[in-house]
Nanobody, 119 residues
Framework: QVQPVESGGGLVQAGGPLRLSCAASGRTFSTYGMGWFRQAPGKEREFVAH????????YYADAVKGRFTISRDNAKNTVYLQMNMLKPEDTAVYYC????????????WGQGTQVTVSS
């Protein structure tokens, strides 16, 4: 079992930056990669970004390309999401999750961290 724990959320003005962290504990060697999702009030959870532990290959949702950067520190079993040029529509609870394989599925989820962008 793997337990992701998010941190770094908060309130930020539009146009500002914020960095989220996700520390994974447990059987992290059994995971292929990590992903970030978000869920805004009244909306479905949506994919934000993904990174593989071994290759570092990344994927992004179109809505965040060019503004968000996902990275990882293998030694710390930690994944980061650097968010720049934030917009009010980025307001959501951000979740970190583990990918057991490269198929695009995710299994273990963190509790989430709130990001609020004021206009």
């Amino acid at each position: 079992q793997v337990q992701p724990v998010e941190s770094g959320g908060g309130l930020v003005q539009a146009g500002g930056p914020l960095r989220l962290s996700c520390a994974a504990s447990g059987r992290t060697f059994s995971t292929y990669g990590m992903g970030w999702f978000r869920q805004a009030p009244g909306k479905e959870r949506e994919f934000v970004a993904h990174i593989s532990w071994s290759s570092g290959r990344t994927y992004y949702a179109d809505a965040v390309k060019g503004r968000f950067t996902i990275s990882r520190d293998n030694a710390k079993n930690t994944v980061y999401l650097q968010m720049n040029m934030l917009k009010p529509e980025d307001t959501a609870v951000y979740y970190c999750t583990t990918a057991p394989t490269s198929s695009g599925s995710y299994d273990y989820w963190g509790q989430g961290t709130q990001v609020t962008v004021s206009s």
